[in-house]
């Protein structure tokens, strides 16, 4: 990386303050912002304590691979974006704490399968399910069986806008600088790290991949060198433009084009027969829970959880007593019905 520096600090005055720093409950047992960063209470001390959060290294990235400890999965994605994010921040001069707290908590939301089950919760509420949205909603109202993380709301509001999917990476007006930065260095991750896993770990048509290794290329030869060249064409393009923003770079129409032929990939990588899977353990929760508690529980599982149930020719209650959800049950049974599509955050 080959940053002038005169890029070092050049955003410092849109840095959003600890003064912002607000939560839904001004105190609760967790809450040490009285004698710590209320951001660092976020990323150090709420999120990684969480259920959502523990649950990631069993849930997919790009590959469902439990046998094979190099493939990355969500855990591994959300730590690769923190070291992205806070490098970029640093840089930058923003508030490295929040970039940090948005970027460890920016996928726990995921549910089983990654989009695949996204999709799958999409087709069977028949509204569009989204993971950024659904984080929010465990963050506030599951958490702590139903008394939620008490997060900060720019740490909320960093994990509701962080996602685009296919879309190009625009930048809305509720998003903090901060926000941006995370937005940002998930997409960088998890464009070139994805691809890493599936050139090396799928044997796809050449004619699949050898147009995204021509295009990938260009950005570096290899995984930490295509970060570094999306690092600093961000940061150069970010002091042009006296804000967080690529468009001044030459290196984001590359990007683009990666990214725009990765999503002609992902659709065809469906290894696993994964919506019979879902199908299979939806329609089992639903005999013993009723359909919208189902669909909740199925969400707050694991690929493994899922793997496990559907494999089997019979279910028994005992089965369910072996997976991530059996502790949290209860009171998921027993709190209000939750709306997974409202984020409740204003």
């Not at 919760?121 to 465990?138: A, D, M, N, P």
């Not at 949290?328 to 939750?338: A, V, W």
Request: charged share 25%; proline share 3%; hydrophobic share 40%.
């Amino acid at each position: 990386m080959n940053i002038d520096k005169s890029i070092q600090g050049c955003l410092s005055s849109l840095k959003l303050t600890e003064t912002f720093a607000k939560r839904s409950k001004e105190k609760d047992e967790e809450t040490l912002d009285h004698v710590m960063n209320p951001f660092v209470v976020d990323s150090d001390v709420k999120i990684p304590g969480s259920k959502g959060f523990r649950k990631l290294s069993d849930k997919t990235q790009v590959l469902t691979s439990p046998w094979n400890g190099l493939v990355r999965n969500r855990n591994s994605h959300t730590m690769e974006v923190v070291g992205v994010a806070t490098t970029i921040s640093s840089i930058l001069g923003l508030n490295t704490n929040l970039v940090r707290a948005i970027a460890i908590g920016h996928d726990i939301g995921h549910v089983p399968f990654g989009h695949i089950g996204e999709a799958f919760i999409s087709t069977v509420t028949g509204k569009q399910f989204r993971h950024e949205v659904f984080g929010v909603v465990l963050a506030q109202k599951i958490e702590r069986k139903g008394d939620g993380l008490n997060a900060t709301h720019p740490t909320l509001s960093g994990i509701l806008h962080h996602s685009r999917g296919s879309g190009l990476l625009k930048v809305s007006k509720e998003m903090s600088q901060e926000a941006v930065v995370a937005m940002y260095s998930d997409k960088f991750d998890y464009i070139t790290a994805d691809y890493n896993d599936i050139s090396k770990r799928l044997r796809l048509p050449d004619s699949w991949l050898r147009p995204v290794t021509q295009k990938i290329n260009e950005l570096g030869m290899n995984q930490r060198m295509r970060i570094n060249t999306l690092i600093t064409g961000l940061c150069e393009s970010s002091f042009e433009l006296g804000q967080v923003d690529f468009s001044a770079s030459a290196i984001e129409k590359i990007f683009n084009e990666v990214k725009s032929l990765m999503y002609g990939i992902y659709p065809k990588l469906g290894i696993y027969p994964a919506e019979d899977f879902l199908i299979r353990v939806l329609c089992y929760l639903e005999r013993l829970f009723g359909k919208e508690k189902a669909i909740l529980i199925l969400a707050l599982m694991t690929d493994n959880d899922i793997l496990s149930l559907a494999r089997k020719n019979t279910f028994d209650i005992s089965d369910l007593e072996l997976t991530s959800i059996w502790e949290q049950k209860d009171y998921i049974l027993n709190l209000p019905l939750i709306d997974m599509f409202d984020p409740g955050l204003d």
